[in-house]
């Protein structure tokens, strides 16, 4: 299911999820598409929960079509009946290009898409929920999209390019380390990720490691806490619970149990 979802096994048999690449001038700007589908007919609702990463999303479904930014508490949805949704993940940092404007405005907030694309966002949302395969799903997105791409931007790619550092380097736990490997000043990269993340450096480190406490958890084997604790950067096994448990809503070891 990937990193972020929570109970990746019950949410496997509960719906399922495809990626999709975006086209190359897109790619500059859009991590992946994802489109979401499920039926739940004769069945009882599923609340599904998301632990967000630090990426702006715009979602396409029935009720609405909307730019989701960055979530800093958990994210979750009731799926009832049958349905579908389309969501288009930027790449940290890379919807300010088409925003003008500090992403941080965004930052636990939904805003209808209309007010960026227009009504060409309600026309694009319709045509993507009556569209039969994912490939016209996501060519609906991409027409959108390109009715107002934007110039490319040296700071939104390099915004990218550290938060795919911290997401890819453990040993990264203190902002002061991420500016000495980013070549950027501490205050500078606070003013970066502001303007083009939403969230700041430290709050992203802490989200990469909760997401690899998920997964671990979600992992199916018995996880050493102490361990895992000290792998990714805390205190001791007591600091990575305190975390886990006001982040999810439970201590590390019942939501693996």
């Not at 632990?51 to 009720?63: D, Q």
């Not at 909307?66 to 508490?73: E, F, M, S």
């Not at 949805?77 to 049958?82: E, K, N």
Request: charged share 25%; with cysteine; net charge neutral.
């Amino acid at each position: 299911m990937g990193r972020g979802v929570l109970r990746a096994d019950v949410a496997a048999a509960t719906f399922g999820l495809t990626r999709c690449a975006p086209s190359e001038p897109l790619a500059t700007f859009v991590d992946y598409y994802w489109i979401v589908r499920w039926d739940r007919r004769g069945r009882p609702p599923h609340e599904q929960t998301i632990l967000p990463h630090p990426n702006v999303h715009l979602v396409f479904e029935a009720t609405g079509a909307g730019i989701y930014g960055v979530d800093r508490k958990l994210f979750s949805r009731v799926l009832t009946g049958q349905g579908k949704a389309l969501g288009v993940r930027f790449r940290a940092g890379c919807f300010r290009p088409f925003w003008g404007a500090p992403i941080s405005q965004l930052s636990d907030r939904v805003v209808p898409a209309t007010r960026m694309f227009g009504p060409l966002a309600e026309k694009t949302r319709q045509a993507i929920m009556c569209a039969e395969t994912d490939d016209d799903m996501v060519g609906g997105a991409e027409s959108l999209l390109f009715s107002g791409l934007p110039e490319r931007d040296p700071v939104a790619e390099q915004a990218a390019d550290v938060v795919a550092l911290i997401t890819a380097d453990a040993s990264l736990r203190r902002v002061d380390q991420l500016a000495a490997v980013s070549g950027m000043s501490v205050r500078g990269l606070q003013r970066m990720f502001a303007d083009y993340v939403g969230v700041s450096p430290k709050w992203v480190m802490r989200r990469a490691r909760l997401h690899e406490a998920a997964l671990r958890a979600d992992g199916g084997d018995p996880v050493d806490w102490a361990a895992l604790a000290l792998d990714l950067g805390y205190a001791d096994q007591a600091h990575l619970t305190r975390d886990f448990t006001a982040t999810i809503g439970v201590p590390p070891g019942r939501y693996a149990g």
